[in-house]
């Protein structure tokens, strides 16, 4: 059974705080890596992707991946009240219709004005 | 354009009612999902097609029958639910080159 794991929190951080999420997966095989955003009641926003081994970045976003370790993670930083959320990891282990991606249970994240 | 569009966004029906989902994407991908979603859980994979094919069904009953009418489009057909069924119904979409998934805005379905 392929598994994603996530700490469910909530983690609270203080307004101007780097958030830090992490995610570890079960399969060796995984190849591409993803975080998405779901604010409540709405669908999941893809915020970052990520393949290869070391950190990617966008605007306030850092993706990290670590494929040795079978960990992924995603820090914020200057964290915002509007980043509060829940941060969905996502893991795919190949592209074909039957490998569709596996989600982990998600991170809640407050942050704190 | 990275837009996965559904309708309605709403929906309430009796659990007599026949009722359908849309979803279409316009991004050339050929892999199309339905999830379901109840709150505070993470989506829940229901269906995916591929090439307009079904591959994969996970146990749905069969109160619930997707359709593929082609490469763009996706709808799921809803006939005799249950109250349990009402959740939010998220159809996404995924391409190969990059190999990113994206999805709709949901349709929030209400079953008395």
New interface residues.
């Given amino acids: 059974q392929k598994e994603v794991e996530q700490n469910s929190g909530p983690l609270s951080v203080p307004e101007g705080a780097i958030a830090s999420l992490n995610c570890t997966y079960s399969d060796r095989g995984s190849q591409s890596f993803f975080w998405y955003r779901q604010y409540s009641g709405k669908s999941p926003e893809l915020i970052m992707f990520i393949y290869s081994n070391g950190d990617k970045e966008d605007g306030r976003f850092t993706a990290q991946l670590n494929k040795a370790s079978q960990y992924v993670s995603l820090l914020i930083r200057d964290s915002q009240p509007s980043d509060s959320a829940t941060y969905l990891c996502a893991v795919n282990n190949g592209w074909s219709g039957n490998t569709p991606l596996v989600f982990g249970k998600g991170t809640r994240l407050s942050v704190i004005a | 354009d990275?837009e996965v569009t559904q309708t309605p966004k709403h929906l309430v029906m009796g659990m007599t009612n026949k009722k359908s989902l849309k979803c279409e994407q316009h991004m050339g991908h050929r892999?199309m999902?339905w999830y379901k979603q109840k709150a505070k859980?993470?989506?829940e994979?229901m269906f995916?097609?591929?090439?307009e094919?079904l591959?994969?069904n996970e146990s749905v009953p069969s109160r619930f029958s997707p359709e593929c009418p082609n490469s763009s489009l996706l709808n799921l057909h809803l006939h005799a639910l249950q109250p349990e069924d009402s959740a939010?119904y998220?159809c996404a979409s995924?391409g190969?080159v990059?190999?990113?998934?994206?999805?709709?805005?949901?349709t929030?379905l209400t079953v008395l």
Avoid: E
């Avoid at chain 2, 990059?98 to 949901?106: E, I, N």
């Fill in positions: 990275t892999a999902y859980k993470p989506p994979l995916v097609y591929s090439y094919k591959s994969i939010l998220l995924r190969r990059p190999d990113t998934q994206y999805f709709g805005p949901g929030r």
